[in-house]
């Protein structure tokens, strides 16, 4: 990366990491000294550097100081609400992010958890098939490079946890969500490297017991488990307290030479099941399944506080270049939390909380950070800002006008 762009990466990732309350590149403009967003919108646009390469930065640097041969990779995807119809993979879809079918992109990603704390280490964007994949004009406009095709979420992760192994990621766990637990190719490209999996999978997954004799749905297995057999375990602490659940786990492998257990979760408010397929490589007791299991939270967590804290959402580009780069200079803000809270002393008064990640950046903004500008900078800035709203409102205004008349206005 040259200079230039150098520099203003750098600024760009301060000020994801400042109080700026919205994360776009007027207020990160604003906020850095620059008399308009041009250098920042360049950033992300047409500047000549690389995303993947600082994404593999962020990740052996993260890896450097997290990393742990039993770490767990967690797949996950998040959604990012829009509006209208020319952002990168947009369409209407289900997203959790808002729990319906919304107008967005999704995004999946892939989270690094160990012992020693927690990140992102990839990314990749999915692209519906027929309203992208099958329309080249579409995918040209964006800005799509050429070899990309279609790929699913599960496709998607398989690439990513492909490239983390293969570039000496420490790693004995994968988990995710039913999506990626529905997957086949990926429990056996997981098997054939000897990496264990606790993979989500519905109700109606059938299994093998009784030494591969029988054929039984997974809801069926969990009714035949007597009560005494059903033990306690926390799947790791949440807001409010420890998650304890109610696990049993069931044989399901085939040969003696095969570790295969179907792994069961019961509320034990409500009496809800979950059901996961899980494979390991070595024998391992009950509670790592459950430590495993619980580990695909972590990645939510890590969602929340990327749009929380570093506006992993907040980004206003529309192309495919412009998407890959903010979310990895995103990520790479977040790392930056994620390694001063992992690197901390630890503080021996029992009465406080270690320092979280929110804390470190109010820490960071109160002393490292905060930013004072003339009063005459911050005046330009609303006359910038006013004048280039009035503009974009006249456009738009023309653009009505000759929608509905067909006459143009000068």
């Not at 004799?213 to 009714?223: I, N």
């Not at 021996?348 to 109010?362: F, G, K, M, N, S």
């Amino acid at each position: 990366m040259r200079a230039e762009p150098r520099r203003t990466a750098g600024q760009f990732v301060e000020g994801l990491l400042s109080g700026v309350e919205r994360k776009t590149c007027w207020s990160l403009a604003e906020r850095a000294g620059h008399v308009d967003p041009q250098a920042m919108q360049r950033l992300l646009r047409s500047a000549v550097w690389d995303a993947d390469a600082v994404r593999d930065d962020v990740r052996d640097w993260l890896i450097a100081q997290l990393g742990h041969p039993d770490a767990v990779l967690v797949a996950d995807e998040t959604g990012f609400l829009k509006k209208g119809v020319c952002s990168v993979g947009v369409q209407r879809q289900y997203t959790g992010t808002a729990g319906r079918i919304e107008n967005s992109q999704v995004g999946v990603f892939l989270a690094y958890v160990s012992p020693t704390g927690r990140a992102m280490i990839d990314r990749r964007l999915y692209l519906p098939e027929s309203s992208w994949c099958d329309k080249p004009e579409r995918l040209a406009a964006a800005g799509v490079p050429d070899d990309v095709g279609f790929a699913t979420k599960p496709a998607l992760a398989r690439q990513m946890i492909a490239a983390a192994l293969d570039n000496g990621v420490p790693a004995g766990w994968v988990t995710g969500d039913e999506v990626y637990g529905a997957d086949p190719r990926l429990r056996t490209d997981l098997e054939q490297r000897g990496i264990g999996y606790v993979l989500a999978v519905g109700c109606d997954r059938r299994v093998r017991v009784n030494d591969g004799r029988t054929l039984v749905r997974a809801d069926e297995v969990a009714e035949r488990i007597p009560t005494t057999q059903w033990q306690t375990h926390s799947c790791g602490p949440g807001a409010k307290g420890p998650r304890d659940y109610l696990w049993a786990w069931v044989i399901t492998a085939t040969r003696p030479d095969e570790r295969r257990w179907l792994l069961i979760r019961r509320n034990r408010t409500n009496g809800e099941l979950a059901f996961y397929l899980c494979w390991s490589p070595r024998p391992v007791p009950l509670h790592t399944l459950v430590t495993v299991a619980g580990s695909r939270w972590s990645i939510e967590e890590l969602f929340q506080t990327g749009k929380g804290q570093v506006g992993l959402d907040h980004y206003q580009v529309r192309g495919w270049t412009g998407w890959h780069r903010f979310v990895t200079l995103a990520m790479l803000a977040l790392a930056v939390l994620t390694i001063l809270a992992a690197t901390q002393q630890p503080d021996t008064d029992p009465d406080i909380i270690a320092l979280t990640v929110a804390e470190i950046r109010r820490l960071l903004n109160a002393f490292v950070l905060t930013r004072p500008l003339p009063p005459a900078h911050t005046l330009h800035w609303s006359t910038w800002r006013r004048t280039s709203q009035a503009r974009a409102r006249r456009s738009h205004y023309q653009r009505r006008l000759h929608h509905h008349t067909g006459r143009k206005i000068k």
